[in-house]
């Protein structure tokens, strides 16, 4: 069974960190390539992050220099470090993995509010 988990959403202030977690389980995570995507109240879902499964990363361009993606293969897990928070990145991010079958994860809830 595919499954893949975010943790790690939270309320925090302008200025502040956060770090995302995605445990993902049932399929080959090392030869997927693994995004978080964004979606706030009101807009679509946006592409944020994406890491391939050699490790090459693109960011969107809101989030670049702010937001580092990684990957860690042997613990089936991607992360997400987001510095230096703005009210703007506030949303739900999901996790996805693509390759031969595309997956998604149920979300987690970031919040960036004084």
């Known amino acids: 069974q595919v499954q893949l988990v975010e943790s790690g959403g939270d309320l925090v202030r302008p200025g502040g960190s956060l770090r995302l977690s995605c445990a993902a389980s049932?399929?080959?995570?090392?030869?997927?390539?693994m995004s978080w995507y964004r979606q706030a109240p009101g807009k679509e879902r946006e592409l944020v992050a994406v890491?391939?499964?050699?490790?090459?990363?693109n960011y969107t361009d809101s989030v670049k220099g702010r937001f580092t993606i990684f990957r860690d293969n042997a613990k089936k897990t991607v992360y997400l470090q987001m510095n230096s928070l703005k009210p703007d990145d506030t949303a739900v991010y999901y996790c996805?993995?693509?390759?031969?079958?595309?997956?998604w994860g149920q979300g987690t809830q970031v919040s960036v509010s004084s």
């Open positions: 049932g399929f080959a995570f090392s030869i997927y390539a």
């Open positions: 890491i391939a499964s050699r490790g090459t990363t």
């Open positions: 996805n993995a693509k390759y031969m079958a595309e997956f």
